[in-house]
């Protein structure tokens, strides 16, 4: 079992930065995906980007330009630089993993990201 835990929500003012960060709790397979999605109040969750363990990125088209994916693999750690913020990019966003042997997904309990206008 694999546990995420994700910090570094908050409230910004729109055209603020805010960084994710998410930190797995054990050694994670080689073969996998780590990234970021959000669920905005009565909307369904969203993709906002991923990463593979090869360096393969997946950003949706409303952050791309914005947002920035990148990862530690000796840290088992996955982040997300968002710039430019719009009240649009309110949500939890929620850490994910999936390990591509056993097409498994891990979910983290999601953090708050509030963008004020």
């Known amino acids: 079992q694999v546990q995420l835990v994700e910090s570094g929500g908050g409230l910004v003012q729109a055209g603020g930065s805010l960084r994710l960060s998410c930190a797995a709790s054990r050694s994670i397979s080689s073969f996998n995906a780590m990234g970021w999605y959000r669920q905005a109040p009565g909307k369904q969750r969203e993709l906002v980007a991923t990463?593979?363990?090869?360096?393969?990125?997946n950003y949706a088209n409303s952050v791309k330009g914005r947002f920035t994916i990148t990862r530690d693999n000796g840290k088992n750690m996955v982040y997300l630089q968002m710039n430019s913020l719009k009240p649009e990019d309110t949500g939890v966003y929620y850490c994910?993993?999936?390990?591509?042997?056993?097409?498994?997904?891990?979910w983290g309990q999601g953090t708050q990201v509030t963008v004020s206008s």
């Open positions: 994910s993993y999936r390990n591509f042997a056993t097409s498994t997904d891990y």
């Open positions: 990463m593979t363990s090869y360096g393969s990125t």
